[in-house]
């Protein structure tokens, strides 16, 4: 699954595990058993991963049914890591190699005093954040905008961010579009 993906991924581009490990300062065996299916990478590492690979980190995930651009409910792909305080659901087609969207749509549940991610992430899409229930901030490199239920912002591309739910009780969620992206095929 993930390791398979990261596997052919890092191989359509000609890079060696030995490559990939400087790229992404881990050790070629931790990213091994990442490949053989052995590890469970954080969700920072599939980050640092997908960024050496200039690549979505959606694009490491499988689609269960990759040729249906119906996506129901319960078909959809989750995306939670363990020990996070995070999970996505993928609410878009997937790629594959007949079909390459143009954006991608998530919904996303921040627990409360979680985080998307320990330091900045940054990506070459767009971000449209939609917030549905609770509040959060999402803090820049610039200053912090706080959402609450119905706001919307605009990350721009290559800007340094990260989301964080300050609340004691209430999950934050909402939808996130990014777009364009990036797909290896």
């Known amino acids: 699954m993930l390791g398979e993906r990261l596997r052919d ?40 991963i997908s960024d050496a690979l200039d690549i979505s980190p959606y694009m490491l995930l499988e689609a269960k049914n990759s040729k249906n651009l119906h996506i ?4 959809r792909v989750v995306v939670k890591f363990p020990k996070s305080t995070i999970y996505y659901e993928v609410l878009s087609p997937l790629p594959s190699k007949d079909f390459s969207p143009s954006a991608l749509i998530t919904k996303f ?6 985080y998307d991610s320990e330091g ?3 990506h070459s899409s767009e971000e449209i954040v939609v917030m549905l229930e609770g509040e959060m901030d999402i803090i820049t490199e610039s200053g912090s905008t706080h959402l ?3 706001d ?7 800007c340094h961010h990260r989301s964080v739910n300050n609340s004691d009780d209430v999950h934050a969620k909402g939808i996130c579009v990014l777009c364009p992206l990036k797909w290896p095929f």
């Open 109 to 114: 549940d921040i627990e409360p005093h979680g």
């Open 148 to 150: 609450e239920a119905g």
């Open 9 to 48: 991924i890092r191989k359509s581009k000609n890079l060696t595990l030995q490559n990939l490990a400087k790229k992404v300062d881990l050790s070629i065996g931790y990213l091994s058993q990442i490949e053989r299916g052995h590890l469970n990478p954080t969700i920072d590492t599939l980050r640092k």
């Open 152 to 158: 919307a912002l605009l990350i721009p591309k290559n």
């Open 120 to 122: 900045f992430i940054e």
């Open 72 to 75: 129901k409910k319960d078909n």
